[in-house]
T-cell receptor, first 114, second 112 residues
């Protein structure tokens, strides 16, 4: 079984500051993928970043980076230079080997203040 | 990437009625997935839809309540049958393209 844990129900950050959203996972699979999604109040799920378990480099996509620590089974999302438009719910998700479906964490609500 | 559209984007329905949600993808995909997100909750997989075969349902979801069609490689429908207020949720379709999972914009359903 796979499990994703997001321990921060809510996070507050000021504009232009960096913020880290925590995600830990549990799996017995050797090969797996980790995803982060942003869900604004409109409800759509926006793909942000992906990290494969065998990727040696941490994934980066613009202002988003994934701090992947395999031994600790953590995959934290780092948002640099927060913007007001970053205010949303953020979900960490995992896909195990041989699976095409995702297991989601409970999410973290991020609020960016001016 | 994949561009996914869903119809309707939102609806308000009376209990006991049914609603069919459509999902269209801009490329051919083998599997399409339907998720439900109840208010304040995370996403839960309802079923996986393969073209030309019956959908595979997750524990707690049954075909009579959530019938799915998959007539071709770019289209799928999910019907929410005999609705009750507990079915009020966002319903999202999703596809897997080159290692990444993409989601449609969602259908926000309110059942009165």
């Amino acid at each position: 079984a796979q499990k994703i844990t997001q321990t921060q129900p809510g996070m507050f950050v000021q504009e232009k500051e960096a913020v880290t959203l925590d995600c830990t996972y549990d799996t017995s699979d050797q090969s797996y993928g980790l995803f982060w999604y942003k869900q604004p109040s409109s409800g759509e799920m926006i793909f942000l970043i992906y990290q494969g378990s065998y990727d040696e480099q941490n994934a980066t996509e613009g202002r988003y980076s994934l701090n992947f620590q395999k031994a600790r089974k953590s995959a934290n999302l780092v948002i640099s230079a927060s913007q007001l438009g970053d205010s949303a719910m953020y979900f960490c998700a995992m896909r195990g080997s041989g699976y095409s479906t995702l297991t989601f964490g409970k999410g973290t609500m991020l609020l960016v203040s001016p | 990437s994949a561009v996914i559209s869903q119809k309707p984007s939102r609806d308000i329905c009376q209990r006991g009625t049914s609603l069919t949600i459509q999902c269209q993808v801009d490329s051919q995909v083998t599997m399409m997935f339907w998720y439900r997100q109840q208010p304040g909750q995370s996403l839960t997989l309802i079923a996986t839809a393969n073209q030309g075969s019956e959908a595979t349902y997750e524990s707690g979801f049954v075909i009579d309540k959530f019938p799915i069609s998959r007539p071709n490689l770019t289209f799928s429908t999910l019907t929410v049958s005999n609705m009750s207020p507990e079915d009020s949720s966002i319903y999202l379709c999703s596809v897997h393209v080159r290692g990444t999972q993409y989601f449609g914009p969602g259908t926000r359903l309110l059942v009165l």
